[in-house]
């Protein structure tokens, strides 16, 4: 099974409105890193949280990490166009000895005009 | 460039053939990442550099994938005799920090990737 799940899998929505996409791992976050793909391109990084409690926002995405360090939500106001694109959570897990990030499946963000 | 660049960007071999990918990481930055993205699914992890001490491996699928750094910087990624299911996007990652850093310097960079087919 995946050691981080995201869901939704799949998200169309108008443009203008709010969505949220949730990050559940089953075991203690050490440093979660969202980012975001579009097709055939590398990843672009959007936010790093560390602390338990954490929320950190930038333009109109808004990404938090409970209180647990288990679980992360990244939310986006007002949607726009611009924000479609498959969004990644990748982490390091239990605090293993590499910084290596155990990643997601993403969750592919269609904004409709 | 300011940002982590990747050659060649897409590559078509023959089942059999060797491949070689390149990664150039952001300067400076002493730790650098291998991923592998298969259609659908996140980056999985392959093998891990700090400088060129090559540190973790345990992602490499099998030993027909090499990895090698050799002077702290540019790296690069072989696979010999390849096969269908080396099919994938290869990613290359690089980081300011040295192993467990948090905070912003353990921040991962990604290139634009190499689109390996295997026919």
């Known amino acids: 099974s995946q050691e981080l799940e995201q869901s939704p899998q799949s998200l169309i929505v108008q443009e203008g409105k709010n969505l949220t996409i949730n990050c559940t791992s089953s075991?203690?976050?050490?440093?979660l890193y969202w980012y975001k793909q579009k097709y055939g391109e590398g990843l672009i990084f959007l936010m790093m949280l560390q602390k338990g409690g954490e929320e950190k926002s930038h333009e109109k995405i808004t990404a938090k990490l409970d209180e647990k360090k288990q679980q992360s939500s990244l939310h986006i106001t007002a949607s726009q166009p611009s924000h479609a694109g498959i969004y990644l959570c990748?982490?390091?897990?239990?605090?293993?000895?590499?910084?290596?990030?155990?990643f997601g499946t993403g969750t592919l963000l269609a904004v409709q005009p | 460039g300011a940002g982590v660049s990747q050659s060649p960007r897409y590559k078509v071999a023959k089942r059999g053939q060797d491949v070689a990918l390149r990664c150039d990481p952001i300067?400076?930055?002493?730790?650098l990442f291998w991923y592998q993205q298969a259609l659908g699914q996140g980056p999985e992890f392959l093998t891990y550099f700090q400088n060129e001490a090559q540190l973790d491996k345990s992602g490499l699928p099998s030993d027909r994938f090499f990895a090698e750094r050799p002077e702290g910087s540019v790296s690069t990624l072989k696979i010999q005799r390849t096969q269908q299911e080396d099919s994938a996007v290869y990613l290359c990652?690089?980081?300011?920090?040295?192993?467990?850093?948090?905070?912003?310097?353990?921040?991962?960079?990604f290139g634009p990737g190499t689109r390996l087919t295997v026919l």
């Open positions: 990748g982490a390091r897990l239990g605090g293993g000895a590499t910084n290596k990030l155990i």
């Open positions: 300067s400076g930055h002493v730790s």
């Open positions: 990652a690089s980081s300011l920090a040295r192993r467990l850093a948090g905070g912003n310097q353990g921040t991962q960079y």
């Open positions: 075991k203690t976050l050490y440093g």
